[in-house]
């Protein structure tokens, strides 16, 4: 069984920054690409950003240069560093991790308001 479980999100001012973190543990195996999604309120889930186990990084345009995606290989790890926020990020964020298999775990969300 594998566990995907997102910490860091809450409540920010715009223009302020946030850091999300991600961790799988157990029947992991070997993971392939790690990656974040949200999900905006009335609108569709859109991918944020994801990284390759080599470290290739993919970005959504709306957060180039805000939003910088990190992994951490031997502890199954993924970080998201959102700067600059805004109130259009304001969304559920989930982290997926990818087994080379295909298969895809996501964890259960986590919130990040941006709101004066």
């Known amino acids: 069984q594998v566990q995907v479980v997102e910490s860091g999100g809450g409540l920010v001012q715009p223009g302020g920054s946030l850091r999300l973190s991600c961790a799988a543990s157990?029947?992991?195996?070997?993971?392939?690409?790690m990656g974040w999604y949200r999900r905006a309120p009335g609108k569709e889930r859109e991918l944020v950003a994801d990284i390759t186990r080599g470290g290739s990084t993919n970005y959504a345009d709306s957060v180039k240069g805000r939003f910088t995606i990190s992994r951490d290989n031997a502890k199954n790890t993924v970080s998201l560093q959102m700067e600059r926020l805004e109130s259009e990020d304001t969304a559920v964020y989930s982290c997926t991790v990818r087994h080379l298999s295909g298969i895809t775990y996501w964890g259960t969300g986590t919130l990040v308001t941006v709101s004066s």
């Open positions: 157990g029947s992991i195996g070997s993971i392939d690409v």
